[in-house]
């Protein structure tokens, strides 16, 4: 059986450790000049349905740092955007690249690639989930504070594709999470109860960030939901993390936010700019971490 990383459920709680011990690890390895070009004439087929800056470099220069090559395939020049049967394209591709990359909509999409595919698939985002990015994050707080193990992380805003990844960390990292939306925007209920009593859920974001180790957010409308701005402008109105809710949290608290991020939305510009913010880190533990994830598909048997 091929292994795919389709959700953060799908490497067991050993391999998702060791791999964010390796990201570490190539993370220094690249600081300090030492070449690791572990796959020469490898290629990973990149395909994005949707936009992306983070995703698409990160996945790009991790396959160029182990000396093999990236496709970026978008579905406006590909037959993928005129019809051609995902089956299809996944069989097809999976006999040519050793690796798959698919940013897409629908889950169920990425599902029935994977199934038809030879090789390995990451999800790179769906609408459902983005755990590539919880990589990244769970690796920033490795580096700033130590094992993430036992602390509490606290989700403000909509209960959407982050959301649900961070509940699936909190299984796999074994944190607690507490999780404050909007009437009418929580998360997914399947999701949540997987979870346990790992999850907290409440409509009040002061509630949610009493005693936090981590407060984290994301965009108000995601991509695809852009005509659904100004209705979540006003629902969401009163989640702006802000420095009074990062107050609340303990002195050491990290903010974080995938990104992209609107200053003013769902976070002010003196928390993502501010002292406690480490955005950037994570942004650039993205390329790292998935050079980790890209080694451990690859080099499966
Ligand atoms: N955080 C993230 O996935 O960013 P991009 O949409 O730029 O890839
Ligand atoms: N929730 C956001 C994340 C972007 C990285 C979206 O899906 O647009």
């Given at each position: 059986m091929t292994q795919h990383f389709l959700t953060l459920l799908d490497l067991d709680k050993a391999q998702i450790h060791t791999l964010i011990e390796r990201a570490i690890q190539l993370k220094k390895m690249q600081k300090a000049g030492e070449p690791h070009e572990l796959f020469k004439n490898r290629v990973m087929g990149m395909i994005f349905d949707k936009s992306s800056t983070r995703t698409r470099v990160s996945f790009e220069t991790g396959m160029a740092h182990f000396g093999g090559q990236a496709i970026f395939l978008s579905p406006r020049d590909t037959q993928l955007g005129r019809g051609e049967p995902i089956e299809d394209s996944a069989r097809v591709l999976s006999r040519m690249v050793d690796i798959v990359i698919i940013r897409t909509f629908e889950h169920e999409k990425l599902e029935r690639f994977a199934e038809y595919s030879q090789v390995p698939v990451i999800n790179a985002l769906t609408d459902l989930y983005h755990p590539c990015q919880l990589l990244a994050d769970v690796q920033t707080y490795f580096e700033a504070?130590?094992?993430?193990?036992g602390k509490t992380v606290s989700w403000i805003g909509d209960g959407n594709n982050m959301c649900h990844s961070y509940i699936n960390a909190a299984i796999q990292f074994d944190f607690s999470l507490n999780i404050a939306t909007p009437k009418g925007f929580e998360p997914d209920k399947e999701i949540m109860a997987r979870a346990g009593d790992k999850i907290n859920l409440t409509n009040d974001p002061k509630a949610a960030c009493e005693n936090a180790d981590i407060i984290t957010t994301d965009v108000?409308?995601?991509?695809?939901q852009e005509g659904e701005q100004d209705e979540r402008a006003n629902a969401f109105a009163d989640f702006q993390v802000d420095s009074k809710l990062m107050k609340l949290a303990h002195n050491d608290a990290l903010f974080m936010h995938c990104l992209p991020a609107h200053r003013g939305e769902e976070v002010s510009a003196d928390v993502i700019d501010g002292p406690q913010s480490v955005v950037w880190d994570q942004a650039e533990n993205r390329l790292h971490a998935q050079k980790a994830l890209t080694e451990l598909l690859l080099n499966q048997k």
């Open positions: 504070r130590g094992d993430i193990k108000w409308a995601s991509m695809g």
